[in-house]
């Protein structure tokens, strides 16, 4: 794999490493992380028929992170000669009920399916449904793009598979401190209220105003749409001159703020920040319309849910962390463009196959 060939990579994601890291290693499995980072091993068991998933996910969004995890499931599955079928359900970001009518549909059928993959709209909008799904017996449910479990709940699913967005929070916010320095006033481009956004958007707002004297001038929530990031964009240029710097909570509102502070002749103003370093941002990166943003290893929890069903086949889920966490850097558009396409060539190394 790349991490393993290129000492760029190598030394770039040890210099990276944030402090809150620890709780993450101490949640997960080392040596399954290291199967997820390694080229893959296929299955020697005889598999005799294929193994029949269900993915209920927001895939319709402007974001490529539900499709690229997606086919980097797939892609390593190939590779570990596991036969499989996949059923999706597919909504955008703010269909909350659209997902409520999937779960109903999956738990009605519920044999059909030996595996369940939920990407929820929003965690806690949807714990009712994830509880619903982790109660069945029929089926392994596994969440994507979330991983705090709640100990009240009755029923938790088998696995999680994500990026902590703590951790994204803390990097950047360390990264845009030793860049901007002391005393900088910006703005929020939020998501949906919950665990999502608080970490993503209330973290960093609180870490760069502790760390750095930094002022939140406003907060607007863009409900995770590209029009959301445009509408806030446009509303803080006009009443919050002042603001330097814009974060945005997730790719969509980022490709919509983007896009007002270009209709407004801002771009050299406004210091604009993402958040995940999908394939779109990367482009506005190098570009350098965006100037930050956290930079998932966007394959790895692809490639560990596919090792996940490799490991139940193999009668090994003990050794399935409950929640796995995937690499996550900050990328910035003042990196060299060969640094930044030897982290996308390792980000996306199954999911940009075609």
Known sequence: MILQKNTFLAAFFALSTVSGINHAIAATNISFNDTVSSDSVPITENITSPVNIALIYPSADISD???RNYKAMVGRLEELNIPYTIK??????????????YVDEVTENAKDFDFVIFGPTELKIQSDNIQKLSKSDEFHTFIWAFHTPDPTWDHSPD?????SSAQGAKALCDALIQKLGNDVYFALNRGIPGITDTQRSQLFSDCVEQKADWLNVYEHFGQYQKGGGSDGAHLIIKNFPEVALLHNANTAMTIGAIEAIKDEGKLDDIFVTGWGGTAKEIEKIKSGELNAT???MSDDAGVATAEAIKYYLQDRKDEVPNIYLGRITVVTSDMDVSQINALSVEAFRYSSKQ
Do not use: C, G, N, T
Not at 88 to 101: A, G, N, R, V, W
Not at 159 to 163: I, L, M, N
């Open 65 to 67: 992170y539900w499709v």
């Open 88 to 101: 999706e359900y597919s909504s955008l970001q703010i269909e909350h009920f659209l997902q409520s009518k």
């Open 159 to 163: 696995a999680w598979f994500d990026f």
């Open 294 to 296: 956290p930079m998932r």
